[in-house]
């Protein structure tokens, strides 16, 4: 339906473009996975990127934006895939891209070869994207997933009083970024993580994978996200598994607590921490939840915005609110516009963001936890914001570089 | 059995050894020192119990394949695109009435309807050109997989386990002894449980009706020879109608046992024929004793590769696939 009106509207365009040849457009390509394993994190983000388009407007100037959305499927060759379609066929000259931790690191590599356009990341969160080797064209208005897991660590320590942890994770780079962050934090407080199990992305059969959990742990943190979160916590619920969990930062979000049976209970009371909290009182925020409510029919969004609708927002607002200081000059390779992005700090719904020399976010943490509302909907609560949390996590630099890029073994488990 | 002993005294006694140990690993409280070693016993009775379970479900679609391959020639690419229907008819039936068994009813029937249309439209009109058959079925498998992305989304679904299913049930088998000497005994979800016994049933079935009743007796002489069958008068084109619909409606129930527990996807279409391509292969082209021993082989090797061996896990199965080509090409099982 949303397709086919979709359709209707580009055509209907087309022919009023006639009419109205006097207005200049800006073409901004987008690319979401609305494909494979995180379907409904993209569908989300798009509309996220939707509610700052209804809020914002999409007028910059004289001139008008126009979005062209290019599909993947959280692999880095369908991400580069999509990213040559837009610029070289559709023409686009500014990208809103990607969603995904792998997709990251390739368009990144990618935007030096255009080093004339400017690339917004829209989602993604591995550390490698911005952390080694960053491209001057491309600019992260989220935080990574290290930074989402500032606090988590200690909260379990401290709280909780967790000693002895093992993972689970999708075996690509987002997740070993969040592991990375959640290690640092959580050994360096003395804490243990005893087995780090990795796993496919697109994982369909985990019941050997949750067999192989180890019963002598504290708690079980699961870096999953999208069908293979669904799946897990299915498989899990029919073995019976009873253990506390943690969550990284999209498997605590509304993708995974509104998703259809039962299976999802097992995370009442889940720990995590991400770039977003649902019942986040802040004035901001709730303005954001409700205009995303306000924005799609409640059958065709989740109870409250994922952090893929948040990561959406974010960047599209940089972008959109960048291009009205420069007034939509794109001349002398889009210079101005990447001054302006370079420097621009925005009041984002999750928190103040304002971005490193690196062009990498620096922005606010909450670590949330999984409650009931009575109803049989799930949230996540805030249990603790932080503010201004860095991409060195606030390591001295040349402590941080001794760490090593996160990997299925980087961070060894000890206080650096 | 006692011809293959007198034949291959050596093969025989090392399928003894092996089915001992087997059986030594799966009964018996292991030593420490094995389970430092190779790891907990209950992760490797867990894997082997996943692997039988998950070879129950390859043997659901894989055993369509191989009776329609088997009695009429017909390499049916498009098998994965009914796994997938089955799957998503199922989903939208448990969804709407809230019945599993329901469920498997009617994406029985529908696929088998879907199967008969096939062979009445697709494959009557070009019967005995194995070649354009096949690229046909890639052809309507293509097109299939595109309606199914039309109508059902890019979205996973996963068809709710009814509530008596949920949970695991307790095996009498000790993974291991505490210290104050109470046995641990394995517990195991019962609805994979369910529906390997259901596959297993419908396997024995299927082995009876081919071999003990009057249509199995055809469709046997169907697979041995189709023309001489057919100037015995007995209505073949009736005969394959009847095997494509039962094939296909069998993809059907698989598509409901895959959706519920793992979940249906675009591209899970491929995935299927894929595994069942491998499992016919290794069981032998149009034996069904042959695909319950493929889809049983490369069920075990999938779930002990990921966790033994994760990184090389899908060469497993492949390798395997390699080896019996390489030794016994016409597969395991196959009579010919």
């Known amino acids: 339906m949303s397709k086919c009106s979709m359709g209707l509207l580009a055509l209907s365009s087309l022919f009023l473009s006639g009419a109205a040849i006097a207005q200049e457009k800006i073409k901004v390509g987008v690319t979401a996975t609305l494909e494979g394993t995180y379907t409904v994190l993209g569908e989300d983000g798009m509309r996220g990127h939707q509610t700052a388009l209804n809020v914002l407007g999409k007028k910059v100037g004289d001139k008008e934006l126009e979005f062209i959305v290019a599909s993947t499927d959280a692999t880095p060759d369908s991400a580069v895939r999509a990213v040559r379609k837009l610029i070289e066929q559709d023409k686009v000259q500014i990208l809103l891209s990607p969603l995904s931790g792998d997709e990251g690191i390739a368009v990144k590599n990618f935007a030096k070869t255009h080093p004339e356009l400017t690339f917004i990341n829209a989602a993604s969160g591995a550390q490698e994207t911005t952390y080694v080797d960053p491209a001057p064209n491309f600019f992260r208005y989220n935080m990574d997933g290290a930074q989402w897991q500032v606090g988590l660590g200690k909260y379990a320590y401290e709280e909780k009083k967790y000693r002895k942890i093992a993972t689970v994770g999708e075996d690509y780079s987002f997740i070993y970024t969040q592991v990375f962050g959640l290690v640092l934090e959580f050994c360096g407080m003395g804490g243990q993580v005893t087995n780090r199990q990795w796993v496919p992305l697109g994982t369909k059969d985990f019941a050997s994978v949750i067999a192989a959990l180890p019963d002598d742990v504290d708690a079980i943190y699961l870096g999953l996200g999208g069908a293979d979160a669904v799946n897990f916590l299915n498989q899990y619920q029919q073995a019976g598994g009873k253990a506390h969990l943690m969550g990284g930062s999209i498997m605590i979000d509304q993708t995974i607590l509104s998703s259809k049976g039962n299976a999802k209970n097992a995370l009442v009371g889940t720990i995590a921490a991400s770039g977003q909290a649902d019942t986040w009182e802040d004035p901001g925020w709730q303005k954001f939840v409700k205009a995303y409510q306000d924005a799609f029919p409640p059958n065709k969004r989740f109870p409250s915005p994922s952090l893929l609708a948040t990561n959406y927002y974010g960047s599209t607002m940089a972008l959109i609110l960048a291009l009205r200081q420069v007034n939509g000059d794109l001349s002398n390779n889009q210079a101005k516009l990447k001054e302006a992005l370079a420097k621009i700090e925005i009041d984002a719904p999750n928190g103040k963001i304002k971005l490193d020399s690196n062009r990498q976010a620096i922005g606010t943490n909450f670590v949330t936890e999984v409650v009931d509302d009575g109803k049989g909907a799930l949230f996540s609560k805030v249990v603790k914001v932080i503010p201004n949390v860095n991409q060195t996590l606030g390591y001295d630099p040349a402590v941080f570089s001794k760490i090593g890029l996160p990997s299925r073994t980087v961070p060894e488990c000890k206080k650096y | ?336």
């Not at chain 2, 969804?95 to 529908?110: R, Y």
């Not at chain 2, 007995?234 to 059907?252: D, E, K, Y």
Request: charged share 10%.
């Open chain 2, 1 to 336: 059995m006692s011809r293959f002993v007198e034949r291959h005294p050596a093969w025989a006694l090392i399928a003894i050894i092996a089915i001992a140990v087997a059986l030594w690993l799966i009964f018996a409280v292991w030593p420490p020192g094995l389970e430092e070693a190779i790891g907990r016993k209950r992760v490797f009775l867990n894997a082997v119990f996943n692997g039988i379970t998950l070879g129950g479900l390859y043997f659901l679609v894989a055993s369509g394949f191989t009776l329609i391959f088997g009695l009429m020639r017909n390499v049916n690419l498009a098998h994965g695109s009914l796994y997938l229907f089955g799957g998503y008819v199922g989903y939208a039936i448990s969804s709407a009435t809230g019945s599993w068994l329901l469920s498997f009813i009617v994406a029985f029937i529908l696929t088998a309807l879907v199967g008969i249309l096939l062979q009445v439209i697709v494959f009557r009109r070009m019967e005995g050109q194995d070649l354009r058959q096949t690229m046909v079925t890639i052809g309507l498998s293509i097109v299939f997989a595109d309606l199914m992305l039309w109508a059902c989304g890019g979205d996973f679904y996963q068809i709710q386990t009814p509530n008596w299913l949920i949970g695991p049930v307790e095996l009498p088998l000790i993974t291991a002894i505490k210290s104050s000497g109470e046995p641990v005994y394995l517990r195991y979800p019962m609805v994979r449980l369910v529906i390997f016994a259901a596959s297993v049933v419908i396997g024995v079935a299927m082995w009876l009706a081919l071999n003990r009743t009057r249509i199995g007796m055809i469709i046997r002489a169907g697979v041995d020879d189709r023309d001489i069958l057919a100037a015995t008068g007995v209505r073949i084109q009736l005969v394959f109608v009847l095997v494509f619909a039962f094939g296909a409606g069998l993809a059907g129930i698989a598509g409901v046992v895959g959706g519920t527990f793992q979940s249906l996807s675009p591209g899970e279409d491929i995935r299927f024929l894929l595994a069942s391509l491998v499992v016919v292969i290794v069981g032998g082209m149009g034996s069904i004793p042959g695909a319950a021993l493929g889809a049983l082989i490369i069920g075990l090797a999938e779930q002990l590769g990921s966790v033994y061996i994760p990184t090389y896990a899908i060469v497993v199965t492949f390798l395997i696939m390699v080896l019996v080509l390489a030794i016994r090409p016409q597969g395991l099982l196959a009579r010919r």
